[in-house]
């Protein structure tokens, strides 16, 4: 398995409601990454974690709420989200011995009204 | 102020001639260098990479060159084909800074047929 599973692929939620982004990687991969991308932009990182636990937040704000609950999954809890939040979220995941070859996901792109 | 930089948002180029794909940088820190591919509604996909110890690194058609001293490197692609249309991120890494990449804009190649 070479891959990193997002779901969903599509949400739309309003700015009361409470969703989480999924994803999944059995690739012995150690480091998981979240990363959002407006249209037009470059990915920007928002959390790093490192051996399950958080190494990096990228000053998210708190309506974005990581967990990572074993080394094969990483979730993104949503909550009181903003239209402005709409954006493609990407999970990445890389390995110990090769840190910067990133391997993706397909993105969850997410829609707030 | 963007670290990586991309600064054309769009390439044209026909199929079977070569396209040159740039990037500059202004963090002297950055040690090691990777090109991305990004199709529509898919996540990143990882293409070459290149290490500060290199000045060029080669896969099949694509090869990648680093000049340090003038902090550019540049993604050639040849024969471009129609397939390669996406667009290409240049992301860079500093040792120092564990596993985050720093990504540029983006350029949208087209290969015409």
């Known amino acids: 398995d070479t891959e990193v599973t997002q779901t969903p692929k599509h949400l739309v939620m309003g700015m009361t409601n409470k969703k989480s982004l999924k994803c999944e990687q059995h690739?012995?991969?150690?480091?998981m990454y979240w990363y959002k991308q407006k249209a037009k932009k470059p990915p920007e990182l928002m959390f790093v974690?490192?051996?399950?636990?958080?190494?990096i937040n990228e000053s998210v704000p708190s309506r974005f709420s990581p967990e990572c609950p074993n080394s094969s999954l990483l979730n993104l809890h949503l909550h009181a989200l903003q239209p402005e939040d709409s954006a493609l979220y990407l999970c990445a995941s890389s390995h110990p011995d090769r840190p910067y070859g990133y391997t993706f996901g397909s993105g969850t792109r997410l829609t707030v009204v | 102020d963007q670290q990586v930089k991309q600064n054309s948002p769009s390439l044209s180029v026909q199929e079977g001639r070569i396209s040159i794909l740039n990037c500059d940088y202004t963090n002297s820190m950055f040690d090691y260098f990777l090109w991305y591919k990004k199709y529509p509604a898919e996540g990143p996909t990882f293409l070459i990479s290149i290490s500060s110890i290199k000045d060029k690194n080669e896969d099949g058609r694509f090869t990648v060159f680093l000049n340090k001293s003038a902090k550019h490197l540049s993604l050639h692609i040849v024969p471009s084909q129609p397939g390669d249309s996406a667009v290409y991120f240049c992301a860079a890494s500093a040792s120092w800074a564990g596993n985050m990449l720093t990504f540029g804009g983006g350029t949208r190649l087209m290969v015409k047929p």
């Open positions: 690739m012995g991969h150690r480091a």
């Open positions: 974690y490192s051996y399950e636990k958080l190494s």
